[in-house]
């Protein structure tokens, strides 16, 4: 039996809003907290990005699905967010090298989908009133019991998620074993930010979100990294025990989106919800080292506390700051060769404008080691 749209799709938010429109994807029901996504291009890459687990993303580009999907250019092994809405929805897709349509996608993955919204309205609502948890029906259409579900979802605030989407085993990158040893935290991490390091010539060993410093360390590692992810990184207990004792061991370190936040609360920082996030290509951030400009990709509705961080000064120094509102974009260690960016360097997708922080960590560990470096 073949899983087709009903034809129509109902919205309802945690505030009470209802939003109508046609179905495309998986039928059937699907809760999340709502935020958007301002890129252009790469949907398909947004989707397969462990970090918004749980969360049901609004396009804000009008088109959605007219380039079909590729399954190279996947960030996970799967879908990962909970539903999508956007205003147009293609079935039919132009690129020849494209291997199927987004509404085959959708449905293999069992991702429900509305669409034909006016979805600027929408996050305009978001923008007012702030990220809330939502739900998508393409098979229930009274709104009533909808809400009675929706009552039942879990603020994302106080989620522990990382460990639902991590790897479930120890795996090596192939290609890279005579390069130094780069062990990498998986919290929900981006096969692009793994190119990038593998593309600096790591050899790569990537570990369960919930492994211990001693296992870590038993492979004897030269460096550390700490990945991107969802859920609330201040329940993350087990996490910030390990990053404690990876910033005690004085060994190179790179953290990226939760990974920097989880270096943040290791340090005693604090996190803060943000009202409704950051997640896009074409976020302004400023290099305070550099007072150069970065048009930047982010994805995170969770950032280290500025306040917070300034109570910090002799161990912490801010490197990077976001243009638009003047939240923590990055920070490095004053008495270690530790340091870690809020957004996404690997631009998957977005523009490569910060892709220099893989090679300036690479040098970093090379200097570490004592190892001469090309010119």
């Known amino acids: 039996m073949s899983n087709k749209p009903l034809g129509s799709a109902i919205m309802v938010l945690q505030d009470g809003t209802v939003l109508r429109g046609r179905a495309a994807g998986f039928v059937g029901t699907c809760t999340g907290e709502i935020c958007f996504n301002t890129g252009m291009?790469?949907?398909?890459?947004?989707?397969t990005d462990p970090s918004y687990y749980g969360q049901i993303i609004?396009?804000?580009?009008v088109h959605i699905g007219n380039y079909g999907t590729k399954e190279q250019e996947s960030e996970s092994s799967k879908v990962q967010v909970s539903g999508l809405v956007c205003r147009n929805f293609s079935e039919q897709y132009s690129r020849n090298l494209a291997d199927s349509s987004l509404e085959d996608f959708l449905v293999q993955n069992k991702i429900v989908c509305i669409y034909d919204l006016?979805?600027?309205?929408?996050?305009?609502?978001?923008?007012t009133f702030g990220s809330m948890n939502s739900i998508i029906s393409s098979e229930i259409l009274d709104p009533e019991k909808l809400k009675s579900r929706l009552d039942m979802v879990p603020s994302m605030e106080g989620l522990e998620l990382s460990s639902q989407v991590s790897t479930t085993r120890i795996y090596d990158i192939p290609g890279t074993e005579s390069a130094?040893?780069?062990?990498v935290l998986d919290y929900g991490i981006k096969t692009s930010i793994l190119k990038q390091l593998t593309a600096q010539h790591f050899y790569l060993r990537v570990f369960p979100a919930k492994t211990s410093f001693a296992e870590l360390n038993e492979w004897k590692p030269d460096s550390f990294f700490l990945s991107n992810g969802p859920g609330d990184p201040a329940v993350m207990d087990y996490a910030i025990q390990t990053a404690s004792q990876i910033i005690n061991s004085g060994k190179p370190t790179?953290?990226?989106?939760l990974g920097h936040q989880i270096l943040g609360l290791a340090k005693g920082v604090k996190t803060i919800?943000?009202?409704?996030?950051?997640?896009g290509s074409n976020h302004p951030v400023k290099n305070l080292n550099t007072g150069l400009a970065e048009i930047t990709s982010q994805n995170h509705g969770f950032a280290v506390d500025m306040e917070d961080l300034k109570k910090h000064k002799?161990?912490?120094?801010?490197t990077h700051i976001n243009l638009n509102d003047q939240s923590v974009e990055g920070f490095s260690f004053n008495?270690?060769?530790?340091?870690?960016?809020?957004?996404?360097?690997?631009?998957?997708p977005g523009p490569h404008d910060s892709r220099y922080l893989f090679g300036q960590f690479s040098k970093l560990v090379q200097k570490e080691l004592g190892i001469k470096q090309s010119s």
């Open 335 to 348: 008495n270690a060769p530790i340091f870690s960016v809020q957004y996404h360097p690997e631009a998957g």
């Open 254 to 257: 790179f953290g990226i989106c």
């Open 314 to 318: 002799k161990d912490l120094t801010l």
């Open 180 to 183: 130094t040893r780069l062990a």
């Open 41 to 47: 291009t790469g949907y398909q890459e947004i989707f």
């Open 273 to 279: 919800k943000m009202f409704h996030g950051h997640r």
């Open 58 to 61: 609004v396009m804000t580009n």
């Open 118 to 127: 006016d979805t600027r309205a929408l996050v305009r609502h978001i923008r």
